[in-house]
């Protein structure tokens, strides 16, 4: 390097936090370093990234305003830099040296990142044949892009600390991943097809049975995905019978962006997403028009359909051999996490046709991100691949290590470690031993990323949530946190609010702190001031699972029994007359019967009064299909009083226009209580991930000129639980 003044040298010491593992940070670092004749060093350490440059003050400043700059790779996120001027050694070099081990302080804190797509240069690669090493190499990536997460089982992120240790680079590979200023240095994992992962069969073949009408799993970066034809109707009314999915939507990835607007329509925000490199699942809505005719059995009744596009060169290698859409949903039984191992399909899935399998191991399961995009905004309702781990940072460091167990459906549970709240992916819900098992095996991989034990856990007031139970029998610290006082939290938790807000917290059912089924509630700070009149679940759980029965208990409480009895409402027509009494009994008596102030279960009913849906299959089916029934030429709203601060609505059950005018009146409602508190408003729970409501509820705010917050990128719904948790304690 050129010599530099004495004079003027000096040698500062950084440590850099943030997302800089793994995402070609180091070699970055050392160009620059290169070309601003700077000397010293730079390493990955367990909290991020140690750096020492030396030289001229001038050269110092100006690297660290490129440091500053949009100029890093594309991975890569500085969250903050300390900095010490130290002794000058006056060497002639700068140097990426090897990952320390010193643990500080007992903790690691650098960041475990998210699996992300392929990335245009891999795809160039893949498709060369004149680079013989790569092409149509399934398991092709670079420094910019591929498996992180799910192949990490500790930090640092190195590859003997992934699941790529087995594999013995070829020499090729090792010269590639030696050169600081190749894509592929120190890309973890790095291989070509003369050294690296092999498939257990053939993409061919793979593509041939699909075209044939067959079942296939094959693997992804997170899991297994069970795919087939998305424009066969018997293949996928097949699938749906084994998998025990009547008409729950079923995502579809398509070959390209092109392939997408064929059957869908797509906003520019959408199809950003659609691209971009955590390639979620976009929930977009079906063209008129569609060019390509999916099977009516992927998304039934609904006008939605969720799409995604290839994310892996495996994907990208497929379709050279295949031209239409494929059906891409986990692989699973209903209930259990993502599959990992190919063992596992052949037992749990027998149906499946084909398993196309790697030897490259799966570490940490992890499921597709769902999105969809509200008033040109994200907002997410599954945070997984390509977004988790997730952090928010904090303006302050945590005196405790805090675990937040979430909720029991949705799960994900959040750790409080420092200046960092991390969210792991999603974890599903816990109504299984398997996901129980995956639940309790995330909490340890966490555990071993961060050497982290609790001090304190944080976890729902439900008595009878697993995660409850899981919380109590842990001797530790235990702080209970209302659910729907959660949702609140994980929006201020997202965009760093401190202050008392005026809170709408609207979802399916949450257990409140007396003790009562909640889900239609609005805090003013952390005290809830209003609620939904509570309405009667006859059946209990049955209920949630039959919209019928919400709707018949509300006419109960309108209605004599005879009177009910002798309605011409389609949804009498669906019990027997002896069925209607006992319930009637129950309603009356209270047996079986909690009550619950839900503004879900008035979603299930309004369904049910519009003949829409009297059976659910899948949470939050009703809601759908509610928000396609909505009229936007009917502007008017039903009546509604607030007594005691309890919201009661004038309904007429046999309103043509029910649907919308609920809907109209839900935010009407928003925006009235706005007006009478006069505070800033937070919206949250799984309610508001109706694009409809939210919508009219955010035009009707900015016309007030009130100012209102709802998650964009955290989970709006029980995925946000544990979020909210660990914020309200901080």
């Known amino acids: 390097m050129a010599e530099t ?6 040698r500062f010491r950084f440590k850099i936090f943030g997302q800089v593992q793994g995402v070609g940070f180091r070699p970055f670092v050392y160009k620059i370093a290169h070309e601003l004749n700077l000397n010293g060093f730079v390493k990955n350490s367990e909290n991020g990234v140690d750096l020492e440059l030396e030289g001229e003050i001038l050269q110092i400043e100006e690297f660290m305003n490129i440091l500053n700059s949009h100029r890093l790779p594309p991975l890569a996120h500085i969250d903050t830099i300390e900095q010490i001027e130290i002794e000058a050694l006056y060497r002639e070099q700068f140097e990426i040296i090897h990952s320390s081990s010193n643990v500080n302080n007992g903790s690691k804190v650098a960041l475990v990142i998210p699996d992300t797509a392929i990335c245009k240069e891999c795809i160039l690669d893949i498709d060369s044949p004149y680079k013989l090493k790569y092409y149509d190499y399934f398991a092709t990536t670079c420094t910019n892009c591929g498996p992180r997460y799910s192949i990490i089982q500790t930090v640092p992120y190195d590859r003997d600390n992934t699941s790529m240790r087995k594999f013995k680079m070829c020499d090729s590979c090792e010269d590639e991943y030696r050169d600081p200023l190749n894509r592929r240095y ?5 291989s070509c097809n003369d050294c690296g992962p092999t498939l257990s069969g053939s993409i061919e073949k793979t593509a041939e049975l699909i075209k044939n009408g067959k079942i296939v799993a094959i693997k992804g970066l997170g899991g297994f995905h069970i795919i087939c034809d998305a424009t066969n109707d018997e293949t996928i009314d097949k699938l749906r019978v084994h998998k025990n999915r009547p008409t729950k939507p079923l995502a579809i990835m398509c070959k390209d962006l092109q392939q997408v607007k064929l059957l869908a ?10 691209k971009s490199k955590e390639a979620p699942i976009v929930i977009l809505k079906k063209a008129l028009d569609a060019k390509i005719k999916i099977s009516e059995s992927v998304a039934p009744n609904i006008d939605r359909i ?10 990208h290698l497929l379709f050279k051999q295949l031209q239409n859409p494929i059906v891409a ?43 969809q995009v509200v008033a040109g905004n994200i907002q997410m309702l599954r945070l997984s691949r390509g977004y988790a781990p997730k952090v928010i940072k904090l303006p302050y460091k945590s005196e405790k290590k805090i675990l937040a167990v979430g909720a029991n459906a949705k799960n994900a549970i959040a750790f409080v470690i420092e200046d960092s ?9 816990l109504g299984s031993l398997k996901a129980f098992e995956f639940f309790e095996r995330t909490i340890e991989t966490f555990k071993r990323f961060y050497d982290f034990e609790p001090d304190v856990i944080v976890h729902d007031m439900h008595p009878n949530y697993e995660t409850t139970k899981w919380a109590k029998a842990q001797g530790k610290e235990l702080v209970e946190v209302q659910h729907h006082l959660a949702h609140i939290y994980a ?4 965009f760093g609010l401190k202050d008392n807000y005026l809170g709408f917290s609207f979802d399916g059912t949450g257990y409140g702190s007396d003790g009562k089924l909640w889900g239609g509630e609005i805090f003013v700070g952390d005290e809830r001031k209003y609620s939904f009149k509570p309405l009667k679940l006859l059946g209990g759980e049955k209920a949630i699972k039959e919209p019928r029965r919400v709707a018949l208990s509300m006419l109960f409480d309108n209605y004599s029994l005879d009177e009910v009895l002798s309605l011409d409402l389609d949804l009498i027509r669906s019990f027997k007359e002896s069925e209607i009494k006992i319930l009637h009994q129950s309603h009356t008596k209270n047996l079986n019967a909690p009550l619950s102030s839900s503004v879900g279960r008035l979603f299930d009913a309004m369904a049910s009064f519009s003949n829409l849906l009297q059976f659910q299959s899948y949470e939050g089916e009703a809601g759908l299909i509610c928000e396609q029934n909505y009229n936007p030429d009917v502007r008017d709203a039903y009546e509604y009083k607030i007594v005691d601060g309890i919201i009661d609505i004038e309904f007429d059950f046999f309103d043509k226009e029910l649907i919308t005018r609920f809907i109209n009146t839900l935010a009407q409602i928003v925006i009235d209580v706005s007006k009478i508190e006069k505070m800033d408003v937070i919206l949250s729970g799984g309610v508001f991930q109706n694009k409809t409501l939210l919508e009219l509820v955010s035009s009707g705010l900015e016309k007030e000129n009130i100012k209102y917050y709802h998650q964009r990128e955290t989970a709006i719904n029980d995925g946000g639980i544990a979020l909210g948790q660990a914020y309200y304690l901080l």
């Open 5 to 10: 003044s004495y004079f003027t040298v000096k």
């Open 186 to 190: 120190h890309a973890q994992p790095i």
């Open 265 to 274: 329509s797509a906003s520019e925000k959408e199809q950003e997403l659609l």
């Open 306 to 315: 969720g799409c995604f596009l290839p994310y892996t060169a495996l994907h």
């Open 329 to 371: 949903t986990s692989a699973n039984l209903g209930g259990e996490p993502i599959i990992i191992k190919a063992q596992d399909i052949k037992e749990k899935l027998p149906f499946v046709d084909f398993i196309l399998d790697f030897d490259r191991d799966i570490v940490n399961g992890v499921d597709d991100s769902l999105v």
């Open 421 to 429: 709240i991390i969210i792991s992916p999603h974890i599903g819900d």
């Open 491 to 494: 929006c201020k938790a997202e």
